[in-house]
């Protein structure tokens, strides 16, 4: 009796979340182009975070405040260097949903392999998508440790 | 008996049977070249040779070589190619199998052995006894903590990296000679303490094989060592448990098991092996329930939660503080140990209040629920050192192949690959790696959840006290999940 409510309610869980996500999906920002201005320096990019929305063309004009640094952007095969006070220009569509970080390339002190950038691109689906499979897991793992206890 | 006496009985038995823990198999029969090995006296020796030959040349690299980071032998292959091993492979699928060729202790031990391989019943030093107050994980706590804290600057300066191990292993050999066995890994070595608690996942594991022959025994000679009376009995000849430990005696847990094999050499009845088990087994174990070790949970998760936001974080202020800017310094220090020690055990205390509020009861102590239930963290720390791990191992590994021709960035070319440039490995999947492995860690820690709760309390409560304690743990995973993803 428990179990089935259980089960409905999990059932009811499912096709709510998937109602809000085909929602913000149909209503999701039709792509653009959006521009931003980005300072390297050790051992950071500022702004740490920035946001776009799927398909938008993002172009990142990132400039270096001190000494040679470079942009690798993981998985999207981009390496720039940035030499001192000159100014990169670095195009590409947002293509996948989700973080992507981008990193120092040009070994710059101590603390380079941290020197790490985040762009958002929204709707962050693998963070929802993720989140929600992590209660999912939690709660069939409670399941079937009471289950096992009872067999 | 009457049927009402038998029938008490059984309940009482239905209650205190233990948690199912399923099969062993013993690994040194299934594996007779490796139960060869293991009864070679040279076994460990030969296993801490290559590992104190790549340590030497991490000090010198560290001390002499480039202080560049990237570029030196010492940061690439302690912090990047050693941790990348020890936390993906040999913890979770070995226990502390590192102990046994760890070089830090080895020259202290071969002082107070005054042998290399064979067993010498008469050693050196003043084999003086481990004070009793300090018998616990606290020291090695707090000397974690310490590196842990400075660990952005360890990790990244050559220097600091090999004047520490330098300085590890001068500790160790001034500990050997002071105190008896190897005081310093039990009680002091900042890596020990969290390749204890970790490896008690793991699915192997030292134990004596019949109860009732070491029952019998009157030798004792895993504790002791071998004695001419035991060797006419049987055995290789082996020192005593160096970490205190006593197998025969009934250890049933990996924290403080070394894998040196001494007391398998020492037994004389060849009654000590080691298994192959489920994983996680030992986190069951209700007698090591500690708050020392408990500590030692928080610690490990906090860190990583921490690091995924100082190191790998996108945030550069608190990347200038951790690398000792200024006054900034202060405040993530205060960040970085508040958190750690206020904030973890602060919320973990909450949980086991809630815990118990709703197992309705008053028969089981706070303080007794919230050091069981650190032991639930286990798996999930573990798994989330492992996707930290990856997010810095991957990218960054690379530099290993060049380090390796040049390791003291002289402009060496030992195997003409001093010029393979640096290329992150799996860009972008990352991710799609962490979250598979959080997800396994939270089942599994779950399941172990489940199960200490079920030691801890009676049938119904642990069933109620299950649920706070899930959403705790799906709590827990939801901030790597967001630290990784979002
Ligand atoms: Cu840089």
């Known amino acids: 009796m428990q179990r089935n409510r259980f089960f409905f309610i999990g059932i009811a869980i499912i096709v709510l979340g998937a109602a809000a996500a085909g929602f913000a999906w149909v209503h999701r920002p039709a792509p653009t182009e959006r521009e931003f201005e980005i300072t390297a320096r050790q051992f950071a990019f500022d702004p740490p975070r920035i946001t776009v929305n799927l398909g938008d063309t993002v172009i990142l004009r990132v400039r270096s405040e001190d000494i040679t640094h470079g942009v690798y952007i993981d998985g999207y095969g981009i390496d720039v260097k940035v030499p001192p006070q000159e100014e990169a220009e670095i195009t590409f569509v947002a293509n996948r949903p989700g973080k992507i970080r981008y990193r120092c390339s040009a070994i710059c002190g101590p603390l380079h392999p941290f020197m790490v950038g985040e762009i958002i691109v929204r709707p962050n689906i693998p963070l929802a998508g993720s989140a929600f499979l992590a209660m999912v897991v939690g709660v069939v793992a409670l399941g079937y440790a009471w289950w096992r206890k009872e067999a | ?486």
Not at chain 2, 14 to 22: D, F, M, R, S
């Open chain 2, 1 to 486: 008996m009457d049927d009402e006496a038998v029938g008490a009985k059984v309940t009482r038995v239905a209650e205190t049977k233990p948690v199912k823990i399923g099969w062993k198999r013993d690994l040194l029969q299934l594996a007779p070249f490796l139960r060869w090995l293991v009864f070679q006296r040279w076994f460990q020796f030969t296993l801490i040779v290559p590992n104190l030959l790549a340590f030497t040349i991490v000090i010198l690299s560290g001390i002499f070589g480039i202080p560049v980071g990237a570029k030196n032998f010492s940061i690439i292959f302690v912090w990047i190619v050693w941790w990348a091993l020890l936390i993906v492979v040999l913890v979770p699928f070995g226990a502390r199998v590192w102990c046994a060729m760890c070089p830090i202790p080895a020259f202290g031990e071969w002082l107070q052995r005054k042998s290399f391989v064979s067993f010498v019943s008469q050693g050196l030093g003043l084999g003086k006894r481990w004070p009793r107050q300090l018998r616990n994980l606290w020291l090695a706590n707090f000397g974690f903590l310490t590196i842990a804290l400075f660990s952005p600057i360890v990790t990244t300066r050559p220097v600091v990296t090999g004047f520490l191990l330098l300085g590890l292993m001068a500790v160790a050999v001034v500990m050997h000679l002071v105190f008896e066995r190897r005081a310093f890994c039990r009680y002091l070595c900042p890596v020990g303490g969290f390749l204890g608690l970790y490896s008690m996942a793991a699915p192997v594991e030292l134990r004596r094989i019949d109860a009732e022959v070491c029952r019998q025994c009157r030798f004792k000679s895993c504790y002791r060592g071998s004695t001419p009376e035991s060797l006419k009995v049987g055995g290789i000849g082996g020192y005593g448990c160096p970490n205190f430990e006593f197998p025969g005696g009934g250890m049933e847990r990996n924290t403080y098991c070394l894998l040196c094999t001494e007391c398998v050499k020492a037994c004389p009845y060849g009654n000590i092996t080691i298994n192959l088990r489920p994983f996680g087994t030992d986190l069951l174990v209700e007698k090591g329930w500690k708050l020392d070790e408990a500590f030692k949970a928080f610690i490990m998760l906090g860190s990583a939660i921490l690091y995924s936001i100082i190191m790998i974080g996108p945030w550069g202020t608190l990347k200038s503080w951790a690398n000792l800017g200024g006054w900034g310094f202060l405040g993530y220090a205060g960040m970085f140990l508040g958190s750690i020690l206020v904030l973890a055990p602060g919320l973990h205390l909450g949980m086991s209040a809630l815990v118990r509020k709703i197992a309705g009861t008053r028969s089981v102590p706070l303080s007794e629920v919230f050091v069981n239930t650190s032991y639930a963290l286990v798996p999930l720390g573990l798994f989330g050192w492992i996707a930290f791990s990856l997010a810095f191992v991957l990218p960054n590994i690379s530099y290993a192949v060049s380090v390796l021709s040049d390791p003291f960035g002289w402009g060496w070319d030992l195997f003409g690959t001093k010029s393979y440039p640096w290329t992150p490995y799996a860009p972008g999947i990352v991710p799609y790696l962490q979250v598979p492995l959080l997800l396994v860690g939270l089942a599994w820690s779950v399941f172990v959840g489940t199960g200490i709760l079920h030691k801890t309390f009676e049938e119904a409560q642990a069933r109620k006290a299950s649920v706070p304690l899930t959403a705790y743990l799906i709590g827990g995973t939801l901030v790597f999940l967001a630290l990784y993803l979002g």
